[in-house]
């Protein structure tokens, strides 16, 4: 006795189970309703995989292949992008000094591939020059974050994502290189620009209230990690600029200026001190202690995105921190 069972649509697989004993053919309902069930669930097996795989390489075929060197550019890369980009972003561990990183295999291999990417540039991320050098891709687009917004080179500070008009005008020319890259999705991608643009709002109010209630009011700071956001809050940093480019290049701040800076907290001249997470040693451990016994509330912020947010978050939660330590002597040393 031969059974037939056909399976699917338009494309129709047939399994065929032969059984040769006519005799034994009277067999009960339930043992053959389980062989049943084998054979079709291997049949269908089989026609479901080659489907998938179908899917899947035409999906490819319309991903953009992207690398932001820092994380946060790498954030609004997707944002933009949304289901048409795959992005690596190189730098993303907030326990780790940006300004000591070193480039290994795998970002090689994602340089490699992206067609589009972004770095910050003034020598922050110059490891990317020789990542890119390495591997040439006629199809890739470099965005220099400070050579496109016509920073010079003698720019002292290359924390540019701070600045609050640095990210709106990146996002324009990763969309604008997207849509050269994918013109079918241009009002895809002009839709995310605008959501993104929009989303910046909370971040600017809290700029605003800032400026509005606390302006040129003092703070200490370590380093100029933050410096583009306090002063676009109108604060005023009273640390010697010496000592800040000594501490974000790794060397030893003059007696002279370290002086200063203690006297900032043992004098109380200042309402906040802001100090970079991820660049903590044994000397700002001790103005950490000098700020607590003074009773100057603590902000901590960082160089690279934090897990758990979008570069919009960060930006915002970092204004709300110096908003709590301005208002109500809170300080916040990490964020959530």
Not at 232 to 259: C, E, F, G, H, R
Not at 290 to 306: F, Q, R, S, W
């Amino acid at each position: 006795m031969h059974l037939h069972i056909f399976i699917g649509g338009a494309k129709m697989k047939q399994c065929n189970f032969i059984f040769k004993n006519k005799t034994k053919s009277v067999l009960k309902l339930s043992a053959l309703s389980l062989s049943l069930f084998l054979g079709l669930a291997g049949c269908g097996a089989q026609n479901s995989s080659s489907n998938s795989n179908s899917s899947s390489s035409k999906t490819n075929d319309k991903i953009i292949q992207a690398v932001g060197a820092e994380n946060e550019y790498a954030d609004v890369i997707k944002q933009i992008g949304g289901d048409y980009v795959s992005v690596t972003a190189i730098m993303s561990d907030v326990g780790t000094d940006p300004h000591s990183y070193e480039s290994n295999t795998q970002d090689s291999e994602a340089v490699s591939k992206a067609t589009l990417i972004v770095e910050n540039g003034l020598g922050y991320d110059d490891f990317m020059d020789k990542l890119e050098s390495s591997s040439s891709n006629s199809n890739r687009t470099v965005i220099d974050v400070a050579k496109s917004l016509n920073y010079g080179d003698d720019t002292k500070n290359p924390h540019l994502w701070y600045k609050p008009d640095t990210m709106p005008k990146v996002a324009k020319l990763i969309a604008e290189n997207l849509e050269s890259q994918l013109p079918d999705k241009k009002d895809y991608f002009e839709s995310n620009l605008s959501k993104f643009n929009d989303s910046l709002k909370a971040f600017n109010d809290d700029l605003k209230q800032i400026q509005d209630s606390y302006a040129k009011t003092g703070i200490a700071v370590t380093e100029p990690v933050s410096d583009y956001l306090l002063e676009a809050a109108n604060l005023d940093i009273k640390t010697p600029w010496d000592y800040q480019a000594s501490v974000m290049n790794n060397t030893d701040p003059s007696p002279q200026n370290v002086k200063i800076q203690e006297d900032l907290l043992k004098n109380k001249q200042v309402k906040v001190f802001l100090y970079n997470q991820q660049a903590v040693d044994d000397s700002i451990t001790a103005l950490l202690q000098l700020a607590k016994d003074n009773n100057i509330p603590i902000v901590g912020v960082y160089e690279t995105m934090p897990p758990n947010h979008t570069y919009q978050t960060w930006m915002q939660a970092e204004a709300e921190s110096i908003i709590r330590a301005l208002k109500d002597g809170i300080s916040t040393e990490k964020i959530s």
